[in-house]
């Protein structure tokens, strides 16, 4: 791990990290996405998904036996206990999987995209936080258009997340995305050659 040039990249809900995770990954850099790990260890037939199942009960499971994500965050966002236990369940297994996975990347520089980066302490997995940011504002307006979630859910989940002024205060980097998507492409171009050119710098000093 300590011989990969590892980027943070984080941001909260609806702030575009796909996106912008997207376009750096279309300049050639390998992306270990933690929602998609997330996924991977709760799959159909899994410990961790059998753990929950007998935890909360059946109805978490959809006709298919895969997880009923929507049933379970109604489950953890009412209960702290809850929301507790999914997170001493799944954190560990989540952090061993990016582990392994970034450890795979190939790329000069690869990404680590992690919503909950900072609220779960993976800040020693990366050498740089880059912030994908944006107003509260457009974040509602772009979950209730995405997802069709309420508005007091949606401020639910933000207050969830570490405030806007925390997350800028750790950044190394910070991209807005409340621009247009031809900013965006610009502005990620531009920070893909300067992490190219930190290490060529590095690569020089050693």
């Known amino acids: 791990m300590t011989k990969k040039f590892i980027i943070g990249l984080t941001g ?41 199942s007998q935890h909360f009960g059946p109805d978490v499971l959809d006709e298919h036996g895969l997880l009923n994500r929507a049933r379970l965050r109604e489950i953890i966002f009412s209960d702290v206990t809850a ?25 000069d520089y690869c990404l ?29 307006s772009r979950t209730i258009a995405r997802d069709g979630s309420d508005l007091k859910q949606v401020k639910m989940i933000i207050a969830a997340q570490v405030d806007r002024k925390t997350r ?7 991209i807005n995305n409340d621009e247009k ?6 502005d990620v171009k531009k920070l893909h050659y300067r992490y190219l050119e930190m290490l060529r710098m590095d690569t020089e000093a050693t």
């Open 12 to 52: 909260g809900i609806a702030s575009g990290k796909t996106t912008v995770a997207n376009l750096f990954g279309a300049l050639g850099v390998d992306i270990v996405d933690a929602d998609i790990v997330a996924r991977e260890v709760v799959a159909k037939g899994s410990p961790a998904l059998a753990q929950i």
């Open 83 to 107: 929301k507790q236990w999914l997170n001493d369940l799944m954190h560990p297994l989540i952090r061993q999987s990016m582990i392994e996975q970034l450890a795979q990347c190939t790329s």
């Open 168 to 174: 800028l205060s750790v950044a190394d980097d910070v």
């Open 112 to 140: 680590l995209v992690a919503p909950l980066l900072i609220e779960n302490n993976m800040q020693s997995l990366v050498q740089r936080i880059l912030v994908v940011d944006v107003t509260n504002d457009t974040q509602i």
């Open 181 to 186: 998507l031809d900013r965006l492409t610009s």
